[in-house]
């Protein structure tokens, strides 16, 4: 749907009559700000390949499946290190964070024609070197989620085969399978996929909730005998523990500058906002719920990802159920920074919507190309939650928490001397800026530390293993214990 479908370019026929203009000059004055908004579009719409063919529903239904699975399978082992009421509060106030930073995202994207990207916000507000820098974080961090996403397949797999196999042949077919998937082109090609991902994903991770109320003890407790279930309502974990456990729950909503390409493929990219709140609704609710029954129930023997949490029968099952959840999961990071350097070096190009070879072989090699590193990654970090946090901390620090506080200070520098509440939401603002660095220096220490850590007492072993992947419970406990 165009501009002109959603105003009418005559304002006789429609636009004069329509409540929200006083007069027919005011309806000209928005077609034509609307018509110069779709002239500064990346995807043109008419060309011989359409890209702009999403509706805001399918929008919110892909920006749910690229938030949710990651995270509803990591934040309990957080809650471990947290407590109950720390990981609750953590994951309120890091959702409530993610969802304004998405919205300052997304409003400085459609108030600034032809920006595509956060890299492309960075040059608006940094110049070149920020821009390149910000698009080297972006990468990384979606080529990071693929990994992780990699690993969650392959953990799933080794669970319904008995580990058959070596884990590392059971990489390399989700490396496969994720980059074969992530080769479609266009968000609604896979917006079918996305459904299918989401409720399968749901369905898993419910079938566990349940599971682990069913249960007297922990499927990873001494069956046997007295036991200490290990939950806290408070817990006093040290800086490196805590760091970590903040960060895998901060990086589990904190993927929005993935919804931004997803705009530029939204027939009508004013719509962002409604996708976003039904999004960030549904993920934060369901995060703060699933996690705080599965941690009440599981304590400290919860298992990294949470599908393993409820014992062997339960955990094939989730697996079976949440496997395409967890590919479509995959496919989508891997879809996203695929899609960012298809942009990048195709831009203002014939062959950015037209089928040539240039265009394809392009396409192939990027999606193939990054999925490969992701597999390298998978391999040499076979623990969840470390890969996630890591991820956080490195990538989505900076740009998910610096660069939006930055992104609103540049549009509202008149408040910096405006009235006294608009200074104090400048400064406010400008705060996140301090906040992404600390997050970004600490939490990597702190991850780095925990993965060193975990090599010297075995939770990890040797990269490229055939061992089966570390998701068990009771290599997590251990390690808590330590």
């Known amino acids: 749907m165009s501009a002109h479908n959603t105003i009418s370019p005559d304002p006789e026929k429609r636009v004069y ?25 990346v995807f043109k719409q008419g060309a011989n390949v359409e890209f702009r063919t999403v509706g805001w529903i399918r929008a919110a239904v892909i920006m749910l499946k690229v938030i949710f699975a990651t995270g509803v399978l990591s934040i309990p082992v957080a809650m471990s290190s947290l407590g109950a009421v720390g990981g609750a509060l953590s994951v309120i106030a890091w959702g409530a964070l993610n969802t304004y930073t998405a ?36 990468i990384v961090a979606y080529v990071l989620c693929t990994g992780s996403g990699i690993l969650g397949v392959s953990i799933g797999l080794n669970a ?14 989700a490396y496969v399978v994720v980059a074969a998937c992530a080769s479609v082109r266009k968000f609604h090609q896979i917006g079918w996929l996305t459904w299918a991902g989401f409720i399968s994903i749901f369905i898993a991770v419910f079938i566990v909730v349940v599971a682990v ?43 929005t500058s993935a919804f931004l390409p997803v705009i530029s493929e939204m027939r009508n990219p004013r719509d962002y906002r409604k996708s976003l709140f039904v999004c960030m609704a549904i993920v934060n609710a369901a995060y703060l719920s699933f996690s705080l029954v599965v941690y009440k129930w599981c304590g400290k023997w919860v298992a990294s990802p949470s599908l393993g949490s409820a014992g062997q029968t339960v955990k094939m099952i989730a697996y079976g159920v949440g496997l395409i959840g967890l590919v479509v999961s995959a496919c989508l990071y891997l879809h996203v920074a695929a899609k960012y350097c298809f942009v990048r070096i195709l831009r203002n190009t014939h062959h950015l919507q037209e089928n040539t070879l240039v265009h394809w072989a392009t396409w192939l090699g990027l999606t193939f190309g990054l999925a490969s590193i992701s597999f390298i990654l998978a391999e040499a970090i076979p623990v969840f939650n470390y890969l996630l946090a890591l991820t956080g901390s490195i990538c989505f620090a900076p740009i998910a928490i610096s660069l939006p506080g930055w992104l609103w200070m540049h549009d509202h520098k008149s408040w910096m001397r405006g009235s006294a509440l608009q200074q104090v939401a400048y400064w406010l603002h400008a705060s996140l800026i301090p906040l992404g ?26 990269a490229f293993s055939c061992l089966r992947n570390h998701s068990d419970p009771i290599f997590i406990t251990i390690y808590l214990l330590k």
């Open 160 to 173: 319904l085969s008995h580990h058959a196999a070596c884990t590392v042949w059971w990489s390399f077919l």
């Open 213 to 255: 109320t069913l249960r007297d003890r922990p499927a990873s407790a001494p069956q046997t005998g007295d036991f200490d279930l290990g939950y806290y309502a408070i817990a006093y974990p040290g800086f490196a523990a805590g760091m970590v456990a903040s960060c895998t729950i901060f990086v589990s909503s904190a993927g």
């Open 437 to 462: 660095i600390f997050i970004c220096v600490g939490g990597t220490y702190g991850v780095v530390q925990e993965i060193i850590d975990a090599y010297a007492t075995g939770l990890i072993g040797t």
């Open 103 to 138: 919205v300052i995202q997304g409003d400085f994207r459609n108030n600034h024609p032809g920006v595509h990207s956060i890299a492309d916000m960075a040059r608006e507000v940094g110049g070149v070197v920020t821009k390149e820098v910000t698009g080297f974080l972006f």
């Open 17 to 41: 009559h329509d409540t929200r203009f006083d007069s027919k000059d005011d309806a000209e004055h928005v077609v034509g700000k609307m018509d110069s908004f779709e002239d500064h579009e």
